[in-house]
């Protein structure tokens, strides 16, 4: 209570009201989340708070680019809300004491609404994919004076991320290391999927574009419905990215022909040609799955957090169905067998 009471008197110019503390369910974020319900009669009548680790600027992803000045979260959801998108309205910046006091924009997350009404599935993934669409188009080019401006999901980072599925997607979960040869070949290719991606099309990526950093707060699936969330890691990257973090969902099973129609949809929406966004997704999408998966592992064994392995087998199921979707690839698809039978043994 001593932490909160001074930052609720801050943001409202006025002696701390009462008020009921609940401590919210994160997922793998060094942030922790607190709702602070108020009084009765005091606006507004509850807020979330984010309380920021020691090191509050630095991201729980690998990031390029020098250290931010200021806390990037606060940084790009500036940006967006500026160019007209609907985030969490800030109350208080208290960074310097570890916190930001939020609009509180509830609890529903696209998740949540999708597990209760299953039959709304296609009208807001339309949704999310027109929003997304908005997004894209208003982020870019990216104003200069953000911190996204400075990122991007370059080939560095790329490799980074499949070294990290190598180590905790295949590795830790044998038990031991690669032998030398299977070593190389995987190496060998990463490197090939690597160059492919690096010279995609880019534009402004969320990073996290999925059914939990998607708030819904309203009725009808449309975009004015959904807000946006966890956007700190923004950056300049693959423009299908977060169209594959949305379709490539590891917590939803989104039905193929959802998927290929709301890409269809998503392209529409933005000009792109349709046969252009299919092989970049299909690409994208392997690279993104093999790292959530080993990311999934890495955040069991060292973060001590083991809610995210029951989709582990749904990240790499959504790998062997892009990959298979990829014409040649042989390099990959063998080395990715040889690597981690137990995942992808007899892919094609």
Known sequence: MDFFSPLLSRMLAAPAPAFELKTLKGDASSRRYHRLTLAPGTRPRSIVVMELPEEATRSDEVVSGAAPAELPFLDVGRHLAAAGLRVPRILLDAVPERAVLLEDLGDETLERRLAARPDQMGA???????????????????????????????????????????????????????????????????????????????????RDYQSRNLMVIGDMPCPASLAIIDFQDALAGPRVYDLVALLCDSYIEIPQALRRATIARYAEKTGILAADLGREFDLVAVQRKLKDGGR??????????????PYVDRSFALVREHLGRLPGHAALKSALAAAAPASFEGVV
Not at 166 to 178: D, I
Not at 296 to 307: A, H, L, T, W
Request: charged residues 20%; aromatic residues 12%; hydrophobic residues 55%.
């Open 124 to 206: 807001w993934y339309g949704a999310a994919a027109d929003l997304l669409a908005t997004m894209h188009a208003r982020m870019w080019p990216m104003p200069r004076d953000s911190i996204a401006a400075t990122r991007a999901f370059d080939a560095a980072l790329v490799r980074w991320e499949l070294d990290h599925y190598r180590e905790w997607g295949a590795e830790a979960l044998a038990g031991r290391p690669l032998d030398a040869g299977v070593r190389a070949a995987l190496d060998a290719a990463f490197d090939t999927l690597t160059a492919e991606i690096a010279a995609l099309p880019v534009g402004f990526v969320h």
């Open 296 to 309: 999934f592992v890495f955040i069991d064994r060292v973060k001590g957090n083991p809610s995210f392995l």
